[in-house]
């Protein structure tokens, strides 16, 4: 049973606006969560994260909420650039060094 | 070299053969992780070392065996692998001295098992 879920396989996006990406999880001891970005032939990168203690953090063009009730998790990039076009996952740990991914979002960023 | 390296890149390997996959990590950390990624999957933890030791072994067969010699380096030795092993490999490290578990993954090595 996959406790990590991002049901969209992919997202087309002009540029310069908004790209929302999307998380579900299934474990409620999860308390903390990240969201990687992966470009072809590398590996995931680190973009941002969240405590389960808040339900936003910001960095730049980069926003992630988290909604504990319905164990939902965003991420928003405003302005899209086409540099963002990846692959984007969604990852949550319960304070172990576990990390559960998500099969992952392919965002395209179009001009 | 900065962060995390792993070699080679690409490995195509018959499934008599052995190989063997290395990561080294160049940012102080004190945990490192075996991870597999196969085609419209999630990454799949494999292995997880911390201080040298391993702390989890996720049911993975054991044609796959990890060695960690120090805490910068980090091998998985391949043998008598079968076509579906055929994934992308990555490796990753993390300082599990901070509270949350950020890591930094290496490029990775494609494995193809023919």
């Known amino acids: 049973d996959q406790q990590v879920k991002q049901n969209s396989p992919s997202l087309s996006v002009q540029e310069g606006r908004i790209s929302i990406l999307n998380c579900d999880y299934t474990n409620s001891m999860f308390d903390y969560f990240l969201w990687y970005k992966k470009y072809p032939a590398e590996g995931p990168t680190f973009l941002i994260s969240?405590?389960?203690?808040?339900d936003k953090n910001e960095d730049g063009r980069f926003t992630v909420f988290l909604n504990k009730s319905a164990k939902h998790l965003s991420l928003h990039i405003v302005p899209s650039q086409p540099g963002d076009s990846a692959v984007y996952f969604c990852?949550?740990?319960?304070?172990?060094?576990?990390?559960?991914f998500g099969t992952g979002t392919r965002l395209q960023v179009f001009p | 070299e900065t962060g995390v390296t792993q070699t080679p890149r690409h490995l195509v390997m018959g499934m008599t053969n052995k190989k063997s996959l290395k990561c080294e990590q160049h940012l102080g950390h004190n945990a490192m992780y075996w991870y597999k990624q196969s085609a419209k999957k999630p990454l799949e933890l494999m292995f997880v070392?911390?201080?040298?030791?391993?702390?989890e072994n996720n049911s993975v067969p054991s044609r796959f065996s990890p060695e960690c010699p120090n805490s910068s380096h980090l091998f998985l030795h391949l043998h008598t692998l079968q076509p579906e092993d055929s994934a992308l490999y990555l490796c990753?490290?993390?300082?599990?001295?901070?509270?949350?578990?950020?890591?930094?993954f290496g490029p990775g090595t494609r494995l193809t098992v023919l």
């Open positions: 070392y911390n201080f040298k030791e391993q702390t």
């Open positions: 969240i405590s389960s203690i808040k």
């Open positions: 990753a490290s993390s300082d599990i001295r901070t509270s949350y578990n950020e890591q930094f």
């Open positions: 990852a949550a740990s319960g304070n172990t060094d576990k990390l559960i």
